[in-house]
C-alpha cells in the first residue's frame, strides 16, 4: 500500500489545515488508518484513527474537539481536517495503514501499521 500526505503548511495559530492521505488500496479486510505526529525532540503520537469496515473514529484527547476524521471511499482518501491549530500542534504529520486490532484504534501501537507516508509538515506561527 502506497500511501501520500499532502495539505501541510504554515498556519496562525486559531487557524485551520485539513490533510490528505491518498492511499492506494489496502489488502486487509478490516484495516485502520491512523495520522500520527512527531515534533523534534518528541515520542511519535497517535492523533486520530479511522477503521475501514464501520467509518468508527477514534481522537487524542488532545485534539478532541478540533480535529476531525473522515473518509472518501471513492477517492481512496483520508483526510484529517484540524481547527483551531495551537502552538503544541506544529509536528510532522503521517498517515498510515494496518490492519484493525483495537476496537479503540487510538490505543494501537504504531508498531501494528504497516504502511507509512512520507510525512507533511504542519508549523503553527503565534
Known amino acids: 500500500v502506497q500511501l501520500v500526505e499532502s495539505g501541510g503548511g504554515l498556519v496562525q495559530a486559531g487557524g485551520s489545515l485539513r490533510l490528505s492521505c491518498a492511499a492506494s488500496?489496502?489488502?486487509?479486510?478490516?484495516?485502520?488508518i491512523g495520522w500520527f505526529r512527531q515534533a523534534p525532540g518528541k515520542e511519535r503520537e497517535a492523533v486520530s484513527c479511522?477503521?475501514?469496515?464501520?467509518?468508527?473514529?477514534n481522537y487524542a484527547d488532545s485534539v478532541k474537539g478540533r480535529f476531525t476524521i473522515s473518509r472518501a471511499n471513492a477517492k481512496n482518501t483520508v483526510y484529517l481536517q484540524m481547527n483551531s491549530l495551537k502552538p503544541e500542534d506544529p509536528a510532522v504529520y503521517s498517515c498510515?495503514?494496518?490492519?484493525?486490532?483495537?476496537?479503540?484504534?487510538?490505543?494501537?501501537?504504531?508498531?501494528?501499521?504497516?504502511?507509512w507516508g512520507q510525512g507533511t509538515q504542519v508549523t503553527v506561527s503565534s
Open positions: 498510515s495503514e494496518g490492519p484493525t486490532v483495537l476496537d479503540a484504534c487510538i490505543y494501537d501501537s504504531a508498531s501494528s501499521y504497516v504502511s
Open positions: 488500496g489496502s489488502t486487509f479486510d478490516d484495516y485502520t
Open positions: 479511522i477503521r475501514s469496515i464501520d467509518g468508527t473514529t
